[in-house]
Nanobody
Framework: QVQLVESGGGLVQAGGSLRLSCAAS????????MAWYRQAPGKQRELVAH???????TYADSVKGRFTTSRDNAKNTVYLQMNSLKPEDTAVYYC???????????????WGEGTQVTVSS
C-alpha cells in the first residue's frame, strides 16, 4: 500500500521559513509528478508547486520567488522550502503524487494527510 507522509509544518512568524518534506513509501515503480497543494479555512484547495521526475517545476503566482520545491528520486521524497512567509500562507499543506506501483500498473493519484502551517503577523 502506497503512503505519503508529510512533515515539517508548524508555527512561524511572518518573514520566517519552514521546510516541508513528503516521503512516499510502499510498492513504488514510478512517481511523476509530485506536487504541493494547500487549503486555507473556507477556501478551496490550490496548487502551490509542482515538480516532475526530471526536475521541471511550476509555482503558483502567489509563492513565486519565495517557495522552492525539490525532490530526491532515490528517496521518493519531495520538499517545499518556504521563505519570507506571510500570514496568508497559513493553511494545511498537502503532498500529492501520481504513482505506479509496478511497471504494469495504472498510475494512481495519492494524497498525504496534510501538515498545518501557521504564520503569525
Amino acid at each position: 500500500q502506497v503512503q505519503l507522509v508529510e512533515s515539517g509544518g508548524g508555527l512561524v512568524q511572518a518573514g520566517g521559513s519552514l521546510r516541508l518534506s513528503c516521503a512516499a513509501s510502499g510498492s513504488i515503480f514510478s512517481i511523476d509528478p509530485m506536487a504541493w497543494y494547500r487549503q486555507a479555512p473556507g477556501k478551496q484547495r490550490e496548487l502551490v508547486a509542482h515538480i516532475t521526475s526530471s526536475g521541471s517545476t511550476t509555482y503558483a503566482d502567489s509563492v513565486k520567488g519565495r517557495f522552492t520545491t525539490s525532490r530526491d528520486n532515490a528517496k521518493n521524497t519531495v520538499y517545499l522550502q518556504m521563505n519570507s512567509l506571510k500570514p496568508e500562507d497559513t493553511a494545511v499543506y498537502y503532498c500529492n503524487a501520481i504513482i505506479a506501483a509496478t511497471r504494469w500498473s495504472i498510475r494512481r493519484n495519492y494524497w498525504g494527510e496534510g501538515t498545518q502551517v501557521t504564520v503569525s503577523s
